[in-house]
C-alpha cells in the first residue's frame, strides 16, 4: 500500500508571511489536490494537480499558490497569511473514483 | 451549480440506537458518482462508501447507503451506533467519466458524536 505524508504537522506563522506545506504521496498517482478543513465549511478545494506541472485552480485558491514540479509531490503556499487564521490543510491523491487522504496541516496564524 | 447538502452540522446519539445522516445533491451529471468519507479525529479522511447506482444499496462496515436518482438523496445508514463511529462525515459528489471527473464536490459535513 501507499502512503501521503505531509510536512509540517503543525505550522505557526506571522501575519503577512509567505508559508509553505508540503505533501509526498507514493501511490504513483497522476492527480493530488489540496483542501482547506473549517469546521462547519466542510472541505473546500484551493488547487489540484492531474499531472507534473500541470496546476488547475479550485474555489479557494486566491491567497494561495501551487506548485506540482515532480509526480510524487505537490507543494501549497499561503502568500500572506492572515492575522488569527487557524485551519486544516488536507492533501489528497487520486486513483479512479477514490481519493485517499494525507493526515493533514494545522496552521495557526498568530 | 453542483452542491451537496448535509442539512446536520452535528448528530448526538445514545449507543445502540440507529443512525441516519442525510445528505441531498445538486448537479447536472449524467453520471453522478455519490460518495462518504469518514474522518476520525487523528486520522486521515478515507472512503467509506461509494455509488453510482440508481436505488442500488451499497454496504461497507457496518454502514449503507443507496443512491436514489429521483430525491436526489444518498443518505447514510446503520442499524445501530457504536461508540467508535463518532466522527466527522462527508457526503461527496463527482463526475466520475466527465469534464469535471477529477474533482470532488463536498458537503459541510456532519459531526456524529455517540455517548454511552
Known amino acids: 500500500g501507499g502512503i501521503i505524508t505531509q510536512t509540517p504537522k503543525f505550522l505557526i506563522g506571522q501575519e503577512g508571511q509567505k508559508l509553505t506545506l508540503k505533501c509526498q504521496q507514493n501511490?504513483?498517482?497522476?492527480?493530488m489536490y489540496w483542501y482547506r478543513q473549517d469546521s462547519g465549511k466542510g472541505l473546500r478545494l484551493i488547487y489540484y494537480s492531474i499531472t507534473e506541472n500541470d496546476l488547475q485552480k479550485g474555489d479557494l485558491s486566491e491567497g494561495y499558490d501551487a506548485s506540482r514540479e515532480k509526480k510524487s509531490s505537490f507543494s501549497l503556499t499561503v502568500t500572506s497569511a492572515q492575522k488569527n487564521e487557524m485551519a486544516v490543510f488536507l492533501c489528497?491523491?487520486?486513483?479512479?473514483?477514490?481519493?485517499?487522504f494525507g493526515p493533514g496541516t494545522r496552521l495557526t496564524v498568530l | 451549480g453542483d452542491s451537496v447538502t448535509q442539512k446536520e452540522g452535528l448528530v448526538t446519539l445514545t449507543e445502540g440506537l440507529p443512525v441516519m445522516l442525510n445528505c441531498t445533491y445538486q448537479?447536472?451529471?449524467?453520471?453522478?458518482?455519490l460518495f462518504w468519507y469518514v474522518h476520525y479525529l487523528n486520522e486521515s479522511p478515507r472512503l467509506l462508501l461509494k455509488s453510482s447506482t440508481d436505488n442500488k444499496r451499497t454496504e461497507h462496515q457496518g454502514f449503507h447507503a443507496t443512491l436514489h436518482k429521483s430525491s436526489s438523496s444518498f443518505h447514510l445508514q446503520k442499524s445501530s451506533a457504536q461508540l467508535s463511529d463518532s466522527a466527522l462525515y462527508y457526503c461527496a459528489l463527482s463526475d466520475l467519466y466527465g469534464s469535471s471527473g477529477n474533482k470532488l464536490i463536498f458537503g459541510i459535513g456532519t459531526l456524529l458524536s455517540v455517548k454511552p
Open positions: 501511490f504513483n498517482h497522476d492527480t
Open positions: 448537479t447536472i451529471y449524467s453520471n453522478a458518482f
Open positions: 489528497a491523491s487520486k486513483t479512479g473514483g477514490e481519493q485517499y
